[in-house]
């Protein structure tokens, strides 16, 4: 026969029992899902650790901390004792997550200047877009391709992921650009015959200045005054932004 409490079995880590007079370990109840316990002999619930922020277990019995399975990577878990793997949140739009096990958004990172991401859950920075050509992106953490801000008129970006409107170039000498976004120097205009334009960036076609009196200009695209050409000897011309030579008249007799 047994002598004393000594001879008692003691329930088994993962396990607690609250009755007495107990006469099998079917009597020992199992810590539940998202908990364990290293002890033996425990007499509550209570006494069944909650696994830790950044985990979940979906299994009941646990004999250790290491039998809670961490939040996978694009994932956090703020809380403890947590059941079922849906109970990690995902990191939201424009943020990414590397590591596992991470116990608060402050963990996701936002994706940088010139990209934006839609989606959640993220686990690589890779998972971040670049802003399209004819576009720039200053800020971070960006949820929508419409956070792409438009190189402005006069300008044409051929890159992506662009991150300062300095970025942009600007249509050169000669040229106007009156759309935003655009993607190329093939976007700009060139000034039509008649007229020059000394400056870059410029964003419409009134920014062409008329060649003067006395001169005409048959090209397009001209870059400065020096390019409209001079009527010949015994001719004039009292108007401004001629195109051709015809536009020059013969001084007359005498």
């Not at 277990?57 to 403890?80: I, P």
């Not at 759309?179 to 000034?191: D, E, H, K, P, Y």
């Not at 390019?227 to 020059?248: E, F, N, V, W």
Request: proline share 1%; charged share 15%; net charge negative.
């Amino acid at each position: 026969g047994f002598l004393g409490e000594g001879d008692c079995l003691l329930c088994g880590a993962g396990q607690y029992q609250t009755g007495s007079g107990r006469i099998d370990q079917s009597a020992c109840l199992l810590c539940g899902a998202g908990k364990y316990q290293t002890g033996v002999g425990l007499v509550d619930e209570g006494n069944c650790l909650l696994c830790a922020a950044g985990t979940f277990q979906t299994g009941a019995g646990m004999v250790a901390d290491s039998n809670c399975t961490l939040c996978g990577t694009g994932k956090y878990q703020t809380g403890s004792g947590l059941v079922s793997e849906g109970s990690c949140e995902a990191c939201g739009a424009g943020r990414y997550q590397t590591g596992t096990g991470e116990t608060s958004q402050e963990s996701c990172l936002f994706c940088g200047p010139g990209k934006y991401q839609t989606g959640s859950g993220m686990v690589a920075e890779a998972s971040c877009l670049l802003c399209s050509s004819g576009t720039y992106q200053t800020g971070s953490g960006q949820v929508d391709p419409g956070n792409c801000s438009l190189c402005g008129a006069g300008k044409y970006q051929t890159g992506e992921g662009v991150v300062v409107e300095t970025n942009c170039s600007l249509c050169r000498f000669g040229e106007y650009q009156t759309g935003t976004g655009m993607v190329s120097a093939g976007n700009c205009s060139r000034c039509a015959a008649g007229k020059y334009q000394t400056g870059s960036g410029m964003a419409v076609e009134g920014d062409c200045s008329l060649c003067g009196a006395g001169k005409y200009q048959t090209g397009e695209g001209m870059p400065t005054e020096g390019k409209c050409s001079l009527c010949g000897a015994g001719k004039y011309q009292t108007g401004s932004g001629r195109i051709d030579q015809s536009a020059c008249v013969l001084c007359g007799a005498g």
